[in-house]
């Protein structure tokens, strides 16, 4: 009976068995995804997934945890940067945490994921700890390997500095905004026209562009046709000059049929002086 009872203690103070994902040195590659819209650095992690550094147009980067299918891991999860097998000796840093959302994934923190590029640029290991995996109490981690990084990072730095400005969801729609009786373009609006242009004149599936102008409703109608038409004019104009096909651009003009609400306090009039372009593609 006490040879037994010995078993059994010594079994239970056995270390929870931990289930590890990761690429080996030779099974280690990056894989870059280059255009002007998007820089995307990807691993694949045997018997797990994918993980994707994504660093869209207009954006900041972002690191996406991709399973293939469900695995049971969810809630909290420690991110380590843990040292790769070349480099023995050195410390386990946590970097912060993160959560799996409901379809297993997890989408890092630009932040966190700024310090994971760092981490494999030194050659370290960025992990993700999950505990009691599918009720289990068993551990998981799944790691990234550095092994091939510096060359893939490099061109991922160069993509990087060739994206454009914007991205298509952050200009697809656009107001700008006009003084009281004025159309003159302000700097500020330019600018916003400068954004629209350089996408349109790089995305090909880009196949309309409608300018919509828009006045506020003081002062006689017809004027305020009138000044409407002017404002959407030379928006179309500015476009024009900044290399964008005019057979794409239709221009309409509303007066003060569309205010932005239907009160007539300063703050609604202020955002009824607008003129709108909206993108189409294909």
Not at 116 to 135: D, I, V
Not at 198 to 224: K, P
Not at 238 to 251: Q, R, S
């Amino acid at each position: 009976m006490r040879v037994a009872i010995l078993v059994l203690l010594s079994v239970m103070s056995l270390p929870v068995f931990a289930v590890g994902y990761a690429a080996s040195i030779e099974q280690s590659k990056w894989e870059l995804e280059a255009s002007k819209f998007s820089c995307r650095l990807s691993q694949v992690i045997p018997l797990f997934g994918e993980g994707e550094f994504n660093h869209e147009a207009g954006e900041t980067v972002r690191f996406i945890l991709k399973p293939m299918q469900g695995h049971g891991l969810k809630g909290s999860v420690q991110l380590l940067e843990e040292a790769s097998p070349w480099q023995p000796g050195i410390a386990t840093r946590q970097i912060g945490k993160v959560t799996f959302a409901a379809n297993g994934s997890i989408a890092v923190p630009t932040g966190y994921s700024q310090q994971m590029l760092a981490s494999l640029y030194r050659g370290r290991k960025p992990t993700f700890l999950a505990q009691n995996w599918a009720e289990t109490g068993e551990s998981v981690r799944i790691g990234l390997s550095a092994a091939n990084f510096p060359p893939a990072y490099a061109a991922y730095s160069d993509c990087i500095t060739e994206l454009l400005p914007v991205n298509y969801r952050q200009i697809a729609r656009t107001a700008v905004l006009f003084p009281s009786a004025q159309w003159r373009l302000s700097d500020s609006t330019k600018a916003r026209l400068d954004l629209i242009a350089i996408y349109v004149n790089n995305d090909e599936t880009v196949n309309s562009v409608y300018v919509d102008g828009h006045s506020d409703a003081q002062g006689r109608r017809l004027a305020n046709r009138d000044l409407s038409k002017k404002r959407a004019e030379v928006v179309a104009d500015y476009l024009e000059k900044k290399g964008v096909n005019p057979d794409m651009i239709t221009t309409r003009y509303h007066g003060e049929r569309y205010p932005v609400a239907q009160k007539n306090d300063r703050a609604t009039r202020e955002r009824s002086r607008r003129v709108t372009i909206r993108l189409d593609r294909d």
